[in-house]
């Protein structure tokens, strides 16, 4: 994110030529590649023999150190798999009542009352539809995974603040943890550890931890001199200045640390029940889609929802309380401790009561309820019933969206499809009305617009997937040079680099193809629903808690409902794709329009401004820079979906990491998953510079208005 501060795009005297030469030149250039494909169809696919054996030499690196570690890693395996077994002997051993009981407090001590309910009808759900032993399991995982994970990323975190070049090495190693997809992460760990629970332990450890790193970082950075200065001053010694002085007053960013890895941790738990070994919440609702039980896959879909939801509240309602030494002082022990000693004596009075009532120690099954059946019958009515409207939202979006920026119109116009045939003479009016819209464009004096409009006409009949390699490597290096100069250019050429000598091109163009189109369709409808937020107070209260349920809801959950009503394939990935994306670019465009500086809006009311003018001309153009971070993590956020989309059939480099996994093969798994890396991270890189260039312009031209 930082590209623009060693490296400048030049400027128009320092240009050898107008910039817009150059792009009608690679409007020129793509053409001619594109005439050239039937002679030289390797300008389309790129040569096997040009491949470089990545997939196998990694395969040779990860059977050399299994073979040479592979017992060590096997006793770290089973000294953890000790305390694991332990946690989770004793949380399904507790009476249920007794852990109601305790978690409740632990909520209402969180929170207050209000999280407490919610968190009772939360656990008498997962009782009554009878997957309490599941929920159990899952939650077994994540505490042992958590405080792992917690105390890694504290002394990680620690370790940076106080050594300047550690945080450099760590926050480039974080970079890369955070950018390979979650999938990536089970296939070095099942091939060291071996299968088995121990499995999901180690990649929630290892994919929690760096939320953690961040915020102790970030919150010992912010603890105020003046503070540290009182410490000095009272004698403290170096550890007595961290534990009692700094860490104290960076505790709420980094208990923010520890609601963040609590989550990770869970998302990461269930998706590495993908693997099985273990019966937890994550597998039941894997196994029932595979089934196609929908009903039972909703079922555990709405407990892991429930889980996420409260592990949320209460992790972040500590990080919230976090009360000084003060405001203890001044309590009594019962009262600093009253929810402990109430917790110990009533598990105490619960667990005898358990003696004497059975029901109180295992829920009965004769009070279950299994919804699934309803549920069923739900979705099977709403099948039949909407068949017809289901199956023309689908044909629509498939054949008039999807597959023309996939393969072109050039492929797709049919008389079964669009109802007439792409003869040659619809192609030359086609190629005509593109002409005449590029040449009226570019006459009005928006030539860099006349352009793009080329490039988008050419995309839009040859298909994503159909054009040449080189026209797109030519593209790519030129917008991020215009960007932000030649060492994001390089960056951005050697990460395409990776993809074409790696051989999953075809792949990554599919992967980029389908999570280009959420992230397109997911910004402009968040944009425009964070605009009607910031605008609306009863609109933000409405779109909060639908933002905050979709946030902490593990990934592939977002799968089921789609899932259920248009079954599998690339239109269920890509509205799955949306629904996880969309939050983000809610959140930043609410946040950025709330934040413009009030000088800016009472100086454009005092102009006579209307509040669509106000809007339009002043709040948008203030607020642009952090609704563009918005669209950073929307892509981000359409990234992380498309390994989970895999699950639902489609094609990508997200299938060949699942493929990796399912065959045990790391080669394959982890280049796809590098490659899901590569294109995140220029992804990243491109964004922020175009953040930080909006800035510069507003900021250049608010200097000129001065």
Not at 57 to 73: D, P, S
Not at 87 to 103: C, D, M, Y
Not at 385 to 392: G, Q
Not at 519 to 548: K, Q
Request: neutral net charge; proline residues 5%; aromatic residues 12%.
């Amino acid at each position: 994110m930082t590209e623009h501060s060693d490296t400048h795009t030049p400027s128009k005297a320092q240009q050898p030529f107008p910039t817009i030469l150059v792009w009608f030149g690679i409007l020129g250039l793509t053409l001619g590649l594109l005439a050239l494909r039937e002679a030289a169809p390797w300008l389309i696919e790129f040569p096997d023999e040009w491949v470089l054996p990545i997939v196998s030499v990694l395969n040779a690196v990860m059977t050399w150190i299994v073979e040479a570690t592979g017992g060590f890693f096997r006793a770290v395996s089973a000294t953890l798999d000790v305390p694991m077994a332990w946690v989770r002997n004793l949380l399904t051993w507790l009476p249920w009542s007794v852990s109601v009981l305790i978690l409740v407090l632990i909520a209402y001590t969180a929170a207050g009352w209000r999280l407490a309910v919610i968190t009772f009808f939360s656990l008498a759900y997962m009782l009554v539809v009878g997957l309490w032993m599941e929920s159990m399991n899952s939650l077994a995982l994540v505490a042992v995974s958590v405080p792992m994970a917690v105390l890694i990323g504290f002394a990680i975190g620690t370790a940076g603040f106080f050594y300047p070049r550690v945080e450099r090495a760590i926050m480039v190693s974080l970079d890369a943890l955070q950018t390979i997809p979650a999938f990536a992460y089970l296939l070095p760990i099942l091939l060291l550890f071996g299968f088995g629970v121990v499995v999901g332990l180690i990649a929630g450890i290892l994919f929690a931890f760096p939320p953690m790193v961040r915020n102790t970082l970030l919150g010992l950075r912010r603890v105020p001199e003046e503070i540290i200065e009182s410490g000095l001053m009272s004698g403290a010694t170096e550890a007595q200045l961290f534990f009692r002085v700094r860490v104290p007053s960076a505790a709420r960013q980094i208990l923010l640390g520890v609601n963040q890895t609590t989550m990770a941790a869970f998302s990461m738990v269930i998706i590495a029940s993908i693997i099985g070994g273990s019966s937890d919440i994550g597998w039941e609702v894997l196994s029932a889609m595979r089934r196609a039980q929908f009903g039972e896959s909703l079922v555990a879909g709405i407990v892991i929802a429930l889980m996420a939801i409260v592990m949320d509240r209460i992790t972040a309602g500590f990080a919230d309380r976090s009360p000084g030494a003060d405001y203890l002082a001044d309590q009594t022990f019962f009262q600093r401790r009253r929810f402990l000693v109430i917790g110990t004596i009533g598990s105490a009075m619960l667990f005898a009561a358990a003696e004497l009532f059975p029901v109180l120690a295992a829920y009965p099954d004769t009070w279950a309820y299994d919804p699934a059946p309803v549920l069923n019958s739900a979705i099977d009515y709403v099948i039949i019933e909407y068949a017809a409207w289901i199956a023309v939202i689908k044909q629509w979006a498939f054949f008039y969206l999807m597959l023309p920026l996939k393969v072109g119109l050039e492929q797709v116009i049919s008389p079964f499809s669009w109802g007439f045939e792409f003869t040659t003479t619809y192609k030359l009016i086609y190629a005509g009305g593109a002409a005449a819209l590029v040449i009226v464009t570019a006459l009005s004096g928006r030539r860099l617009g006349a352009a793009v409009i080329g490039l988008l006409a050419i995309l839009l009949f040859f298909g994503l997937t159909r054009m040449p390699w080189p026209a797109i490597l030519v593209i790519m290096g030129f917008v991020a040079w215009q960007m932000s100069g030649i060492r994001l250019a390089l960056v951005v050429l050697a990460g395409l680099a990776y993809l074409l000598t790696a051989g999953i091109w075809p792949q990554a163009l599919l992967s980029v193809y389908l999570c280009g189109i959420g992230v397109v369709l997911a910004f402009t409808l968040g944009s425009a629903l964070g605009i009607l937020a910031s605008e609306f107070d009863p609109v933000s209260r409405f779109l909060r808690p639908i933002n905050d349920t979709l946030q902490t809801m593990p990934l592939f959950v977002l799968l089921i409902p789609f899932v259920m009503i248009f079954r599998i394939g690339d239109f269920t990935a890509l509205l799955a794709v949306i629904a996880y994306a969309i939050v983000p670019a809610i959140r930043y465009a609410e946040h950025g329009l709330r934040n413009v500086p009030h000088e800016a809006v009472e100086a454009a009311q005092c102009m006579g401004c209307t509040r669509w003018q106000l809007l339009r001309r002043v709040k948008i153009p203030l607020a642009l820079p952090e609704m563009m971070l918005g669209l950073n993590q929307t892509i981000m956020f359409g990234i992380s979906m498309l390994v989970i989309a895999a699950l639902v059939g489609t094609s990508g480099l997200g299938q060949l990491v699942y493929i990796g996994l399912g065959d045990g093969d790391f080669g394959v798994g982890m280049t796809a998953g590098i490659g899901m890396a590569v294109i995140a991270i220029i992804s990243d890189r491109m964004t922020a510079a175009w953040s930080v260039k909006l800035q510069e312009r507003y900021a250049s031209s608010s200097n000129r208005e001065g």
